[in-house]
């Protein structure tokens, strides 16, 4: 190997990035600080409250999302009041609506398949799913869920028959939106566990089934 | 009746609302979205402006204007989001697809007006 200079002058280049942060902060980021710093020294919020909001938020996953769906499999009553009011059928399983958002839950059944998307930006049933993933805040996915869902769907593998009515849920303000997958056939002797583990993130969006008992299990 | 209570905090106060903050529009009415373009960032996608549709729920517990309150304003009384179904044929003209395929969007009481055609 060549020898390799380590008396460092400044025009000097490493082989690799550093792992460090170069940018300069930008015009939001530099108020977002300012805004908290200011709300520190006025006590009227701490350090500690957006650390523990911060894990709270990191916290949701898609299995709390699976445990509502396989309930309402098992349970008729439950899954009435899920339909009448998300979040209080969810909040009766104890998961809570730090947000502040109302849920609407929809059922896909053999004549109606529903979609959920948020043209405007990122919208998403946060405190039952977790984060969204990235093709969910991306453009393309968010123009074309809304101009040509079946087009889309299909892109996912799921072919919907014209003879099944789409809805696309545009979720733009207030309420958020999770959708109750049907449940697969030959899957009356499960439990709810097993129940729960055939409910995807992507089925609770709409872009696919839940997955048949049938299926190649996940690698 | 009194709406005031006894020393409310003035956060508190129960002031009453001139319309009691029933909602305009039932389940089942044809409205129309509003065409306009305030300036700033709107709940309203520009897609769905002057669109016709159908309330399939009013969405329960009334809010203020989340938009008027944005942009610092005091939006007084509490109005309802209202779940509108809209044909995607009203929307896009050569949407492909069946013609019972629809967007489901909440829409603010201040964005629809009854459609009489």
């Given at each position: ?8 002058d400044?025009?000097?280049h490493?082989?690799?990035?550093e792992?460090i942060?170069?940018?300069k902060?930008?015009?939001y980021?530099?108020m977002?600080?300012a805004?908290?710093e ?7 919020i701490?350090?500690?409250e957006?650390?523990r909001?911060i894990?709270v938020?990191?916290?949701?996953t898609p299995?709390?999302?699976?445990g509502?769906?396989a309930?309402?499999?098992v349970d008729p009553?439950f899954?009435?009041?899920l339909l009448?009011d998300g979040?209080?059928?969810c ?13 609407i839950?929809?059922e896909?059944?053999k004549?109606?398949h529903?979609?959920i998307?948020c043209?405007?930006?990122?919208c ?10 990235d093709?969910?805040?991306l453009k393309?996915?968010?123009a074309?869920a809304?101009?040509?869902?079946r087009?889309?769907?299909?892109e996912f593998?799921?072919y919907?028959?014209?003879d099944?009515?789409?809805r696309?849920?545009d979720?733009?303000?207030i309420?958020?939106y ?5 449940r697969?056939?030959g899957?009356d002797a ?5 129940l729960?583990?055939l409910v995807?993130r992507?089925a609770m969006i709409?872009?696919?089934?839940a997955l048949?008992?049938t299926a190649?299990p996940?690698? | 009746?009194?709406l005031?209570?006894q020393?409310?905090p003035?956060?508190m106060?129960?002031?009453?609302s ?12 044809a409205v129309?979205v509003?065409v306009r ?9 520009i897609?769905?402006r002057g669109?016709k549709?159908i ?8 809010a203020v204007d989340?938009e ?6 005091n939006a007084?009384s509490k109005l309802?989001?209202y779940r509108?179904a ?21 829409v603010?009481e201040t964005w629809?007006?009854?459609?009489l055609?």
């Open positions: 190997m060549k020898s390799h200079s380590h008396d460092h400044h025009t000097h490493h082989p690799h990035a792992i942060e170069v940018a902060p930008g015009y980021e530099i977002e600080t805004v908290r200011l709300l520190f020294e006025k006590n009227l701490t350090p500690n957006i650390r909001q894990e938020l990191d916290s949701r299995a709390l999302g699976a509502v769906v309930h309402a499999w009553a899954k009435a009041r009448a979040r209080k059928g909040e009766e399983l104890g998961i809570s609506f730090y947000d502040d958002t109302q849920l839950v929809l896909n059944t004549h109606v529903n979609l998307v043209t405007l930006c990122s998403y049933p946060r405190p039952v799913l977790g984060l969204p993933p093709w969910y805040k393309p996915f968010r074309r809304i101009y040509e869902p087009a889309v769907l299909a593998g799921t919907i028959p014209d099944v009515e789409i696309v849920s979720s733009t303000a309420v958020r999770l959708v109750l997958p049907m697969p056939a899957t499960f439990t709810e566990e097993q729960a583990a995807t992507d709409g872009v696919v089934p048949s008992v190649e996940a690698p | 009746m009194s005031i209570k020393n409310p003035t956060y106060l129960q002031v009453a001139a319309l009691g903050e029933r909602p305009a529009f039932s389940v089942g009415k129309r509003l373009f305030p300036v700033g960032h709107y709940r309203v996608p897609y769905l669109k549709g309330v399939e729920s009013i969405i329960a517990a009334p989340n008027t309150e944005g942009f610092g304003h007084g309802h989001y509108i809209i044909p995607m044929s009203e929307i896009w003209k050569d949407y492909v697809g069946s013609t019972a395929d629809s967007v489901r969007i909440e603010y629809l007006k009854e459609d055609t």
